[in-house]
């Protein structure tokens, strides 16, 4: 399989850009202890207060009372044999609530499949959280060489096909925030990062998807659809993506793109969004 990134290249970016000072109605606090239940990703299961404080960007003794009230409110677990934190059953009751109001799923996934099964890849539908895409729903093929990412993966909104199909589908504002958030991440690759969105909105335009050829990974093509979901659901995208080595830009491009779009205009019609 296809290594995925670590899961530290691909976190949540510190919740701490907008501030009380800067807005009465913004709790830093709870921005805080949300910001370290998304540290922990499929990839990486448990994590220590170093560990959350590097990636929040937070003082390790801010790090320790908030994960000390996450355990006390079953957010977190403490193991003692690793000295690190799990998440607890109170977060999955929160995802399964969430999961539970995407009915979407239910009607994309023999879609997906059939998809999955013609291009011998993955095809996942995803959803933004901050700068990240989180997958919700995938379908493999039985290939052996697909992505290892799983439901609750995180892959970078600016560089994926995934994420760029979002990007080309929200309000001109809400795209223009989200790039200026990236740009703040790292301004040195920002105008290959800037680039590459901008080659993905044109893209859209003229197609109707979205491609991204080894611009997260080397080794990873994928390309993408925005789908809108309706039912007071956000913004959400379809990709197909796999090993570069077994998945060609030409038979993407030629082959998986047409359905891929067929895939999404079938799965608006069946929700009621299409004539």
Same mark, same amino acid.
Request: glycine share 8%.
């Given at each position: 399989?296809?290594?995925?990134?670590?899961?530290?290249?691909?976190?949540?970016?510190?919740?701490?850009?907008?501030? =009380?000072?800067?807005? +009465?109605?913004? $709790?830093?606090? #709870? !921005? *805080?202890? /949300?910001?370290?239940?998304?540290?922990?990703? @499929?990839?990486?299961?448990?994590?220590?207060?170093?560990?959350?404080?590097?990636?929040?960007?937070?003082?390790?003794?801010?790090?320790?009372?908030?994960?000390?009230?996450?355990?006390?409110?079953?957010?977190?677990?403490?193991?003692?044999?690793?000295?690190?934190?799990?998440?607890?059953?109170?977060?999955?009751?929160?995802?399964? =609530?969430?999961?539970? +109001?995407?009915? $979407?799923?239910? #009607? !994309? *996934?023999? /879609?997906?499949?059939?998809?999955?099964?013609? @291009?011998?890849?993955?095809?996942?539908?995803?959803?933004?959280?901050?700068?990240?895409?989180?997958?919700?729903?995938?379908?493999?093929?039985?290939?052996?060489?697909?992505?290892?990412?799983?439901?609750?993966?995180?892959?970078?909104?600016?560089?994926?096909?995934?994420?760029?199909?979002?990007?080309?589908?929200?309000?001109?504002?809400?795209?223009?925030?989200?790039?200026?958030?990236?740009?703040?991440?790292?301004?040195?690759?920002?105008?290959?990062?800037?680039?590459?969105?901008?080659?993905?909105?044109?893209?859209?335009?003229?197609?109707?998807?979205?491609?991204?050829?080894?611009?997260?990974?080397?080794?990873?093509?994928?390309?993408?659809?925005?789908?809108?979901?309706?039912?007071?659901?956000?913004?959400?995208?379809?990709?197909?993506?796999?090993?570069?080595?077994?998945?060609?830009?030409?038979?993407?491009?030629?082959?998986?793109?047409?359905?891929?779009?067929?895939?999404?205009?079938?799965?608006?019609?069946?929700?009621?969004?299409?004539?």
């Amino acid at each position: 399989m296809v290594k995925q990134k670590k899961a530290a290249e691909v976190a949540p970016p510190p919740a701490e850009k907008l501030t =009380a000072k800067e807005d +009465r109605h913004f $709790v830093t606090a #709870l !921005a *805080r202890g /949300l910001s370290v239940l998304s540290c922990f990703s @499929s990839g990486e299961k448990m994590l220590g207060n170093l560990d959350i404080a590097k990636r929040c960007k937070l003082p390790k003794s801010t790090v320790s009372r908030l994960t000390y009230t996450l355990t006390k409110l079953g957010y977190l677990v403490y193991v003692e044999e690793t000295g690190k934190y799990r998440l607890g059953t109170s977060t999955l009751a929160l995802g399964s =609530a969430m999961l539970a +109001r995407l009915d $979407v799923r239910d #009607l !994309a *996934r023999p /879609l997906m499949q059939e998809l999955a099964d013609f @291009s011998k890849a993955m095809v996942s539908l995803g959803s933004r959280d901050r700068l990240s895409m989180i997958y919700v729903g995938n379908a493999r093929s039985s290939a052996a060489l697909t992505l290892s990412l799983d439901i609750g993966s995180r892959i970078p909104i600016a560089t994926t096909a995934m994420g760029r199909a979002y990007l080309a589908m929200v309000p001109e504002r809400e795209r223009e925030d989200i790039m200026e958030r990236v740009r703040e991440l790292d301004e040195v690759a920002w105008p290959a990062i800037r680039g590459g969105i901008e080659r993905s909105l044109q893209e859209y335009r003229e197609t109707g998807a979205v491609s991204s050829f080894g611009e997260w990974q080397s080794d990873v093509n994928a390309i993408a659809v925005p789908l809108r979901p309706g039912g007071g659901l956000p913004p959400m995208a379809i990709n197909c993506g796999g090993p570069a080595f077994t998945l060609s830009k030409e038979f993407l491009l030629g082959e998986v793109r047409p359905r891929l779009i067929v895939l999404v205009k079938q799965l608006e019609t069946s929700l009621g969004l299409r004539g």
